[in-house]
Each structure stands twice: as structure tokens, then as C-alpha cells.
T-cell receptor
Framework: KNQVEQSPQSLIILEGKNCTLQ??????????LRWYKQDTGRGPVSLTI???SENTKSNGRYTATLDADTKQSSLHITASQLSDSASYIC???????????????WGLGTSLAVNP | DTGVSQDPRHKITKRGQNVTFRCDPI?????LYWYRQTLGQGPEFLTY????????KSRLLSDRFSAERPKGSFSTLEIQRTEQGDSAMYLC?????????????FGQGTRLTVV
């Protein structure tokens, strides 16, 4: 069964601190892995997208890693800001075919709260 | 604004009424997707267009749901005879016709509440 599991479920950190979110997946066939940020009541915003051949990808203060052998990914946030408070969702595309955005396996997300 | 635009942002309707949502994708994005998201869950795929052609519909899309993309640009999603179980966030996303690793860009969503 295709699954994406994330940990921790929720996290509270102080502004300025770093944090790392984890994602484990069992999805086949694997096409790519994305990290999305979703604020409450709004649509997901893409942070990174990685194929199996990519080990790391950065987007500003966000750095994602991917280990396709162990099927694990992480999202590292450096120098956190209050605006980073959101749900961070790991999503794996399960299809190698065109139009693969219709076969997305979503994790339940990590709810991050950044406190002053 | 060059992002995906959805209208309205919120809709409250009485059970049994029909509702229609609109999505304007990013300009020149050939692919357009509709998803439904309930609280605490990831978005569930509903349907997908490539240009004006509706190429796939999920089993979640009952007969009461219909989607169109008549000119290959904006799309509408209509729900007829709404039920309380239809209450959810309806998300639209678009992507260019490039390769299999093209990510989807999401709109802000339309939150539907059926009372």
C-alpha cells in the first residue's frame, strides 16, 4: 500500500532556531517527492520537488534531502521565522506517467509553530 | 497576480442547492486539476484536464459533480443537489505540459460549507 508517514506530528520552536522534519514513504512506482507548506485555510505552496537522483535541494531557508534507498526525506528549516508557522506536508508522486499530479500520495503533515 | 486564482474563496449553501466554482490557472499551463481536501487530510484527486479535454475522473466524482474547461483556459466545477458531506476545501492546481516531474501549483481554494 502506498503510504507517506511524517514525524513529528507537531513541533514548537522558538524564533531563530532550526528544525528538521522527517518523511518516510513506501510508494511505487516513485516519480518524485515534494514538500509543501500549507497555511490554515489556504492552498499548499510548493517548497521543493526532487526526483530519485537528487539528494538535496534548497529553497532559501528550506533544504530538503532525499535518500531513495531508504525511502526517507527530510526538510530542514534554518533561522525560523514567525511566518514559518504552518503545516509542512511531504507528498510523493506515484506515477511515472504524464499528468502525474493526479497520483499524489500525501502525508498528514507536521504542524510547526514558531513562537517569539 | 500570476498564480492560480479561485473564486469564490468561501461559499455557504443550503443542502440541495447547486454551486459552481471557478479556477483560473497560471497562464499557458496546459494541465489543470481539481482536488478536494477535508480537515486534517491531504487533498484527494477529483479530475484532470489537458487543455480542454477531461482526461480522468476519480471515483470520488459522483454524478452530481461536473467539471468543464471549455476553452482550455479557466475551469468550472459544479456540484448539484449539494449534501452536507460535500463540505470541504476545493483546490485547483495547474502545471505546464513538460515532463513527468512537473509540479502542480495550487490556488487558495474554495471552502464550501453545506448547511
Amino acid at each position: 500500500k502506498n503510504q507517506v508517514e511524517q514525524s513529528p506530528q507537531s513541533l514548537i520552536i522558538l524564533e531563530g532556531k532550526n528544525c528538521t522534519l522527517q518523511c518516510n514513504y513506501t510508494v511505487s512506482p516513485f516519480s518524485n517527492l515534494r514538500w509543501y507548506k500549507q497555511d490554515t485555510g489556504r492552498g499548499p505552496v510548493s517548497l521543493t520537488i526532487m526526483t530519485f537522483s537528487e539528494n538535496t535541494k534548497s529553497n532559501g531557508r528550506y533544504t530538503a534531502t532525499l535518500d531513495a534507498d531508504t525511502k526517507q526525506s527530510s526538510l530542514h528549516i534554518t533561522a525560523s521565522q514567525l511566518s514559518d508557522s504552518a503545516s509542512y506536508i511531504c507528498v510523493v508522486s506515484a506515477s511515472g506517467n504524464a499528468g502525474n499530479n493526479r497520483k499524489l500520495i500525501w502525508g498528514l503533515g507536521t504542524s510547526l509553530a514558531v513562537n517569539p | 497576480d500570476t498564480g492560480v486564482s479561485q473564486d469564490p474563496r468561501h461559499k455557504i449553501t443550503k443542502r440541495g442547492q447547486n454551486v459552481t466554482f471557478r479556477c483560473d490557472p497560471i497562464s499557458e499551463h496546459n494541465r489543470l486539476y481539481w482536488y478536494r481536501q477535508t480537515l486534517g487530510q491531504g487533498p484527494e484527486f477529483l479530475t484532470y484536464f489537458q487543455n480542454e479535454a477531461q482526461l480522468e475522473k476519480s471515483r470520488l466524482l459522483s454524478d452530481r459533480f461536473s467539471a468543464e474547461r471549455p476553452k482550455g483556459s479557466f475551469s468550472t466545477l459544479e456540484i448539484q443537489r449539494t449534501e452536507q458531506g460535500d463540505s470541504a476545501m476545493y483546490l485547483c492546481a495547474s502545471s505546464p505540459l513538460r515532463n513527468q516531474n512537473t509540479e502542480a501549483f495550487f490556488g487558495q481554494g474554495t471552502r464550501l460549507t453545506v448547511v
